[in-house]
DNA sequence: CATCTTGTATCACTCTATTGACACAAGGTG
DNA sequence: CACCTTGTGTCAATAGAGTGATACAAGATG
């Protein structure tokens, strides 16, 4: 489409998701996964920050409201916003909620090379576990 | 290195782990990580088959040995090989131990994707979660 | 066939994560 | 300042994963 055409010719990133959407399916709990419901919620919230999905500054939901959406005990919420905040993708306040912290995207390359590499899995017929497999061992392979 | 060339001059691959060397570092079990113990053994040796790493028919350490190297209880590496086995990639048999079913290796072009992006991701110095990170978002990127 | 190998099953116990509810305290707003 | 917003802390209970040891049973080997 034309509209998600920028002038200069690179395709438009999609808008980055309300504090709503994130509890309406951007992020996910499965009870099946083996992590369980907290870390799930920081790893997706994480990759959403890193992936420059969610930009500097952004409002991410309230303890409470991000719980509910996702039916988890806000503890378990507050657990995982805790561990992005020790992290220093976030910062929390009493009152103002938790932004993103500046300059938490990685580097726009490295992006665009995941992006090309999920494309190749995809179009062999891989699954995101299998892509998530190729690149481990693809990993240890670059250790030297 | 030259002894590292093959005759056509592509890269060999390194040489397959033997039953040992799987417990020896080849696989690795960290208790600070959010998976257990059971699927940290499960991931690590789906991604050495679904890789290429470990070949059609070969010998998986068993349950005793594993548990003892990674000091694990058995029951808790049993799990991770009935995971694997009912996955479809290994198959198990009493006395003869656990090995890896034919054809369990993803396709060869996936896997040149998945290094050429770890090499891209360490040259932009991002670690493996962070590479992780992106690939999952770059997954949710490219669903449509 | 006898013996050995090795995965599977079982057990009581320990440990950890999560839960739902409530209270407190730090900030923000009008 | 009063009131509201929102993260943090606490609690007892629950659920699930892992533990180490043991026994059983299915196969493999000589």
Redesign the interface.
């Given at each position: 489409m034309n509209a998600s055409i920028a002038s200069d010719g690179s395709p438009r990133p999609?808008a980055p998701p309300t504090p709503e959407a994130l509890g309406a399916g951007a992020v996910t709990v499965d009870p099946a996964h083996?992590?369980?419901p907290a870390?799930q919620v920081r790893?997706?919230l994480?990759?959403?920050i890193?992936?420059?999905?969610l930009a500097a500054n952004a409002k991410l939901p309230t303890v409470r409201q991000l719980a509910g959406d996702l039916r988890l005990a806000a503890g378990t919420v507050a657990k995982a916003y805790r561990e992005l905040e020790a992290a220093g993708l976030v910062r929390t306040g009493r009152a103002a909620g938790t932004r993103v912290n500046p300059g938490q995207g990685?580097?726009a390359?490295?992006?665009a090379?995941?992006?090309?590499?999920?494309?190749?899995?995809?179009a062999?017929?891989?699954n995101?576990e299998?892509?998530?497999?190729?690149?481990?061992?693809?990993?240890d392979?670059?250790a030297s």
């Open positions: 999609p083996p992590s369980g870390e790893s997706q994480a990759a959403l890193q992936g420059g999905v990685l580097a390359p490295a992006r090379e995941a992006l090309v590499f999920a494309r190749a899995a995809r062999a017929g891989l995101l299998q892509a998530q497999a190729l690149l481990a061992v693809g990993w392979r670059t």
